[in-house]
T-cell receptor, first 113, second 117 residues
């Protein structure tokens, strides 16, 4: 069975600083995808970044980047130059084979002005 | 493109009543997913359809829950009878599923917040 674990229920960071959100996962497959989703107070689920497991290069999307450690089954999200609009719940998720997304419990990120 | 549309956005009902949640996927998408989000269990997949056919309903909690997709542009999730523990946010998502074996991004609707009193 696939599992995704986010060990940080809450994180906070000063505006313009950098923050890293942690995620570990477990899967028996070698081919899968990992994602970070953002859920602001509006409840909308927004895809932030994704990583294909077969790619060694870490994905980046503007101020968002990941540190993908396949052997350690770790997938952390780094947000650089944090902005007030980054405040949200962040969910790490895994998918393999069939189209079933498995989500972590989420990390609530607060941005301090 | 209007995105995935869900209705209603909020639903308050009393225990024992039937509840129907509705979803209109993005046009051209042929996979549809129903998720439930609670504080205790987080986000979990209830059921998903490919080309209007239910593929995996192992996440449906019990027989009180049922989902249908009569055509490519409409799906319903029904709870009958509803119970207070069904209170949650229910999300619908759709994806194009054009590439077999590869991931196709799931686009989420705004969710329906259900409260069962």
């Amino acid at each position: 069975a696939q599992t995704v674990t986010q060990s940080q229920p809450e994180m906070s960071v000063q505006e313009a600083e950098t923050v890293t959100l942690s995620c570990t996962y477990d899967t028996s497959e070698s081919d899968y995808y990992l994602f970070w989703y953002k859920q602001p107070p509006s409840r909308q689920m927004i895809l932030v970044i994704r990583q294909e497991a077969y790619k060694q290069q870490n994905a980046t999307e503007n101020r968002f980047s990941v540190n993908f450690q396949k052997a350690a089954k770790s997938f952390s999200l780094k947000i650089s130059d944090s902005q007030l609009g980054d405040a949200a719940m962040y969910f790490c998720a895994l998918i393999q084979g069939a189209q079933k997304l498995v989500f972590g419990q989420g990390t609530r990120l607060t941005i301090n002005p | 493109d209007a995105g995935v549309i869900q209705s209603p956005r909020h639903e308050v009902t009393e225990m024992g009543q039937e509840v129907t949640l509705r979803c209109k996927p993005i046009s051209g998408h042929n996979s549809l997913f129903w998720y439930r989000q609670t504080m205790m269990r987080g986000l979990e997949l209830l059921i998903y359809f490919n080309n209007n056919v239910p593929i995996d309903d192992s996440g449906m909690p019990e027989d009180r829950f049922s989902a249908k997709m009569p055509n490519a542009s409409f799906s319903t999730l029904k709870i009958q009878p509803s119970e207070p523990r069904d209170s949650a946010v229910y999300f619908c998502a759709s994806s194009p599923s054009k590439r077999r074996g590869l991931y196709n991004e799931q686009f989420f609707g705004p969710g329906t917040r259900l409260t069962v009193l």
